[in-house]
């Protein structure tokens, strides 16, 4: 693996907010993972199911807080607002990348 790059987070977080949500599969690798609300999904079949599902319930938006390099992986800490319960939360969205700048894991949490 190498580095974070920023370029994969950008374009997840623009092609997630677009309104087909599943062009955000692009950015991850054919292996990658994503661990959300304590859930697993592994691979691009999983992870879309995750993108048309689980991470597409609620109409959201999102402001990047901050972006902080830690060795080989990317925090981004984002403020999501919507019709959740709650309305309003901050998470912490850790990405790994690999060789080809892909996302290779992505770990969301509060």
Do not use: C
Not at 41 to 62: K, M, N, P, Q, V
């Amino acid at each position: 693996m190498t580095g974070p790059d920023l370029t994969a987070s950008d374009r997840y977080f623009h092609l997630k907010e677009a309104e087909e949500a599943t062009a955000a599969l692009a950015v991850f690798a054919a292996d990658a993972t994503v661990v959300d609300d304590g859930r697993t999904y592994l691979g691009h079949d999983e992870i879309r199911e995750w993108l048309t599902g689980a991470a597409s319930e609620f109409t959201t938006t999102s402001t990047r807080l901050s972006v902080e390099q830690d060795g080989d992986a990317l925090d981004v800490l984002v403020r999501v607002e919507g019709n959740f319960p709650g309305g309003r939360v901050d998470l912490h969205h850790r990405f790994t990348t690999d060789a080809a700048g892909r996302v290779a894991n992505l770990t969301i949490a509060p």
